[in-house]
């Protein structure tokens, strides 16, 4: 089953906006990862952001964890049509084998 | 470095056959992971290696579902009597170890039974 949960489901921003994303989650975790995936194939992963950690920035992605909510968010920040994608966050949960859950994505459209 | 490398990218198959799905994990990563990911949802666990055995097949739907890791490094997932409910893509991953750490894709396998 898949526990994470992305909103909104879908984002239309124009070029140079920023595109926030959120993701909220049932059960404790280990850490919470997010991806990028284009055209339904591999993942590509982005930032990892571990229970005890509350921001993390890698170019012009940046990351948020909030375990009280049981949520994380990443913003995007002058995105680009490039950034066109499907993202997901994937939770590692305590006591579970470090297998990850997925939500069911936010597709982000970035017009030129 | 390499990523991790899955083979063939894409399968196409009758009901019935039996298929096997190949996954290079990155070199030096002891942790290894299939994933299942049908259209428009997210990718959901299958199983996990750590080295050669399986540490937890809880994701595997059914019986007509096998991995391998013989070696510890290639793992190749086997699916008999294949059924139409099975066309999905199918991701491998692998991680430096298993606790706490990235787990890097491969571009999938894009099975099709029909």
């Known amino acids: 089953s898949q526990q994470g949960e992305e909103d909104p489901q879908a984002l239309s921003i124009q070029e140079g906006e920023n595109a926030t994303m959120n993701c909220s989650y049932k059960t404790s975790i280990n850490n919470l990862q997010w991806y990028r995936q284009n055209s339904g194939r591999g993942l590509v992963h982005l930032i990892l952001?571990?229970?005890?950690?509350r921001e993390k920035h890698s170019g012009r992605l940046r990351v948020t964890l909030d375990t009280s909510k049981k949520s994380s968010s990443l913003l995007i920040t002058a995105s680009r049509a490039a950034d066109t994608a499907s993202y997901f966050c994937?939770?590692?949960?305590?006591?579970?084998?470090?297998?990850?859950?997925f939500g069911k994505g936010i597709t982000l459209s970035v017009r030129p | 470095g390499a990523g991790v490398s899955q083979t063939p990218s894409n399968k196409v198959t009758e009901k019935g056959k039996y298929v096997e799905l190949r996954c290079d994990p990155i070199s030096g990563h002891t942790a290894l992971y299939w994933y299942r990911q049908s259209l428009g949802q997210g990718p959901e666990f299958l199983i996990y290696f750590q080295g050669t055995g399986a540490a937890d097949d809880s994701g595997l739907p059914n019986d007509r579902f096998f991995a391998v890791r013989p070696e510890g490094s290639v793992s190749t997932l086997k699916i008999q009597r294949t059924e139409r409910g099975d066309s999905a893509v199918y991701l491998c991953?692998?991680?430096?170890?298993?606790?706490?750490?990235?787990?890097?894709f491969g571009p999938g396998t894009r099975l099709t039974v029909l």
């Open positions: 991953a692998s991680s430096l170890s298993a606790g706490n750490n990235e787990q890097f």
């Open positions: 994937a939770t590692d949960h305590t006591g579970a084998n470090s297998k990850l859950t």
């Open positions: 952001i571990r229970s005890n950690e």
